[in-house]
């Protein structure tokens, strides 16, 4: 995954900051709760659309945010060439993780430009 280092450490400080509540299998669960990858789209699009809980890993609501993770829309998930990554930030994100560590991942596994 690459994205520009501005919306990278846009993104970290947003899952560190606290102003995030954590949600799982959702980008938004509605209430103001975001999965990671929620945070990312709310950070990257802030203004430009509402993120709504019927958002999901496989529709999301705007296809600015899959050309920032790098992911095709309408794509077979297999097909989408991060597709490692963006599942296992979810999987991770669902699974428990907590946006520190989440963060802390990200800053590893996420190039900039």
Known sequence: MKMPKKLKQKWLNALRS???GQTKNVLCDGTGNFCCLGVLEHIAL??????TPEGNYDEFPN???WEYAGIKPG?????WP??????HLA????GGESF?????????A???Y
């Open 75 to 79: 794509s077979r998930r297999s097909d």
């Open 82 to 87: 991060n597709y490692d990554l963006a599942y």
């Open 91 to 94: 999987e991770a994100n669902d």
């Open 63 to 65: 296809k600015q945010f």
């Open 18 to 20: 606290g102003e995030y």
């Open 110 to 112: 996420v190039e900039t």
């Open 100 to 108: 520190e560590e989440l963060a802390e991942l990200i800053e590893e």
């Open 46 to 51: 802030k203004g430009e659309v509402e993120i």
